[in-house]
């Protein structure tokens, strides 16, 4: 579209500024996701931010840095070119969150498939979120395709619908009054109905899946994660809910206790150790407790590769230490939690 969807104007102001003011009374907080080259950004400058630290991923590198930032709240993620999106449809989400499982989220009206920005995102869903990344892949609609998401229909099947072209641009402009008033009864262009305009909602405002380039993103959470009335106030930690690598929330032998320590080792510390993939099947479990005087992760990989017939050598592994990519000589900590991430295929 050559122009910045963020600043494009509906409602009488910047798509941003709306999408900020909209999610506002649902959640505790709200942050908008920038790039480092954006946080002076005169559009996104006001707002509270919450920077990108990996590069040229896309939206879910917004949501990466949320949930790194906050790792025990659930995001409402929001992209910022949703201009018919109303308040029905963000109520039916947040009314319908299933907090046991990954997402929550909408099912396109168009293509039936996930739509990833306009969703809430479990604390669970970071570590799989990490090695979906982790595997060479960048597209949050996939993510939510291949994990365990509770899929709703939209109320209104034009509220996600996206403005991508300058005649899309001219058509949503002419659809939507530029007089209206947040708070305001309006007529929602889509369907015809009387609703009250600019309801607020926790929000992660990015691009468009898809698009090449992104926008803004709001994130509205906190240490109370999403507030409405009749959802909890805050959301299951990554910490008490155990998932595989396939997000269906169960515990599979959690938090069996083991130990991989050796003779002379530093001072033995507990380690949560994650594995994903041939690991999991490898190890028989997807997590565990390990007691260990490993004092890198490579130190402990190779502990358990004593321990269960590992077939993958480090150097064809990522790994991830309290869900942040790390490096295999960094030391670790009694209470860390370890990932071992190995190559998926697949897009």
């Not at 996701?33 to 040229?56: G, K, L, W, Y």
């Not at 029905?88 to 099912?107: C, E, N, Q």
């Not at 058509?171 to 369907?191: M, W």
């Not at 590992?310 to 000589?329: I, K, Q, T, Y």
């Given at each position: 579209?050559?122009?910045?969807?963020?600043?494009?104007?509906?409602?009488?102001?910047?798509?941003?500024?709306?999408?900020?003011?909209?999610?506002?009374?649902?959640?505790?907080?709200?942050?908008?996701?920038?790039?480092?080259?954006?946080?002076?950004?005169?559009?996104?400058?006001?707002?509270?931010?919450?920077?990108?630290?990996?590069?040229?991923?896309?939206?879910?590198?917004?949501?990466?840095?949320?949930?790194?930032?906050?790792?025990?709240?659930?995001?409402?993620?929001?992209?910022?070119?949703?201009?018919?999106?109303?308040?029905?449809?963000?109520?039916?989400?947040?009314?319908?969150?299933?907090s046991h499982r990954?997402?929550?989220?909408?099912?396109?009206?168009?293509?039936?498939?996930?739509?990833?920005?306009?969703?809430?995102?479990?604390?669970?869903?970071?570590?799989?979120?990490?090695?979906?990344?982790?595997?060479?892949?960048?597209?949050?609609?996939?993510?939510?395709?291949?994990?365990?998401?509770?899929?709703?229909?939209?109320?209104?099947?034009?509220?996600?619908?996206?403005?991508?072209?300058?005649?899309?641009?001219?058509?949503?402009?002419?659809?939507?009054?530029?007089?209206?008033?947040?708070?305001?009864?309006?007529?929602?262009?889509?369907?015809?109905?009387?609703?009250?305009?600019?309801?607020?909602?926790?929000?992660?405002?990015?691009?468009?899946?898809?698009?090449?380039?992104?926008?803004?993103?709001?994130?509205?959470?906190?240490?109370?994660?999403?507030?409405?009335?009749?959802?909890?106030?805050?959301?299951?930690?990554?910490?008490?809910?155990?998932?595989?690598?396939?997000?269906?929330?169960?515990?599979?032998?959690?938090?069996?206790?083991?130990?991989?320590?050796?003779?002379?080792?530093?001072?033995?510390?507990?380690i949560k150790v994650?594995?994903?993939?041939?690991?999991?099947?490898?190890?028989?479990?997807?997590?565990?407790?390990?007691?260990?005087?490993?004092?890198?992760?490579?130190?402990?990989?190779?502990?358990?590769?004593?321990?269960?017939?590992?077939?993958?050598?480090?150097?064809?592994?990522?790994?991830?230490?309290?869900?942040?990519?790390?490096?295999?000589?960094?030391?670790?900590?009694?209470?860390?939690?370890?990932?071992?991430?190995p190559p998926v295929?697949?897009?």
């Amino acid at each position: 579209m050559q122009r910045d969807k963020a600043a494009l104007v509906y409602h009488g102001r910047s798509q941003l500024e709306w999408a900020v003011s909209f999610i506002q009374p649902h959640v505790e907080r709200v942050f908008v996701s920038v790039r480092p080259d954006q946080t002076n950004d005169p559009v996104r400058a006001r707002f509270e931010q919450i920077v990108d630290t990996e590069a040229n991923l896309g939206p879910i590198a917004g949501i990466m840095a949320a949930q790194a930032k906050f790792p025990q709240v659930a995001w409402l993620v929001l992209a910022c070119d949703l201009p018919f999106l109303d308040e029905g449809t963000l109520t039916t989400l947040i009314a319908a969150r299933d907090s046991h499982r990954l997402a929550t989220a909408f099912r396109s009206s168009h293509d039936v498939l996930p739509e990833p920005l306009c969703a809430i995102y479990e604390p669970a869903s970071r570590e799989a979120i990490l090695a979906h990344v982790a595997s060479g892949k960048n597209c949050p609609r996939k993510f939510l395709i291949n994990s365990d998401v509770k899929l709703l229909d939209e109320p209104n099947p034009h509220a996600l619908d996206n403005v991508n072209t300058p005649d899309e641009y001219g058509s949503a402009v002419a659809a939507l009054s530029p007089t209206e008033i947040p708070g305001a009864p309006n007529v929602d262009a889509a369907t015809g109905a009387v609703h009250v305009g600019a309801a607020p909602g926790t929000v992660h405002v990015g691009a468009a899946a898809g698009a090449a380039n992104k926008g803004a993103t709001v994130h509205g959470a906190s240490a109370a994660a999403v507030r409405h009335s009749g959802v909890g106030a805050r959301a299951p930690s990554p910490g008490n809910t155990n998932t595989s690598a396939g997000g269906n929330g169960k515990r599979a032998n959690s938090e069996a206790a083991a130990t991989a320590s050796t003779p002379g080792a530093a001072a033995d510390k507990r380690i949560k150790v994650q594995y994903y993939a041939i690991l999991r099947e490898q190890a028989g479990r997807s997590d565990e407790s390990v007691l260990t005087g490993a004092s890198t992760p490579r130190d402990l990989y190779n502990e358990l590769k004593s321990r269960y017939p590992f077939s993958l050598a480090p150097e064809m592994l990522r790994v991830a230490v309290n869900a942040e990519f790390g490096e295999w000589s960094q030391r670790l900590a009694d209470g860390d939690s370890v990932v071992f991430i190995p190559p998926v295929a697949g897009g």
